[in-house]
Structures are given as structure tokens and as C-alpha cells.
């Protein structure tokens, strides 16, 4: 298992401060991380999934 944050790598059942980040059972391995997941899902929901062009890159496909 990996935190919630795209940019962070470590397991958050091994911390000792790790944080429940969704109802689905998804954890940050700490209060930091979970703020940063919260931007991160923020800057995705209203700039990445709005724009095509991000939304493509996002997904990997580059333009089609």
C-alpha cells in the first residue's frame, strides 16, 4: 500500500501518524501528505479534468 500522495512512496501502515484520507479506506502516511493529496485531487477536479488536453495527458495518451 502507498499514500495517498502522488508524490510520496512510503507505506502509511507503517507510520505512526498516518491519516484516513477516504471513506474507501485509502491512508496518508502523515497530516502533510494528506494536505498536499488534498491539493493535488483539488488542482484535478477543477483544472486537469476540465481540460481536455490535461485531462489526456493526465491519462497518458498524449493527444489523439
Not at 477516504?22 to 477536479?45: E, I, M, N, V, W
Request: with cysteine; hydrophobic share 30%; net charge negative.
Amino acid at each position: 500500500m502507498s499514500c495517498v500522495n502522488r508524490d510520496c512512496s512510503n507505506d502509511p501502515l507503517k507510520s505512526m501518524d498516518s491519516v484516513l484520507a477516504t471513506y474507501d479506506g485509502d491512508f496518508a502516511c502523515c497530516q502533510d501528505c494528506l494536505t498536499k493529496h488534498q491539493a493535488q485531487r483539488d488542482h484535478f477536479f477543477t483544472s486537469v479534468i476540465t481540460d481536455d488536453n490535461e485531462f489526456e495527458e493526465w491519462l497518458g495518451l498524449g493527444r489523439l
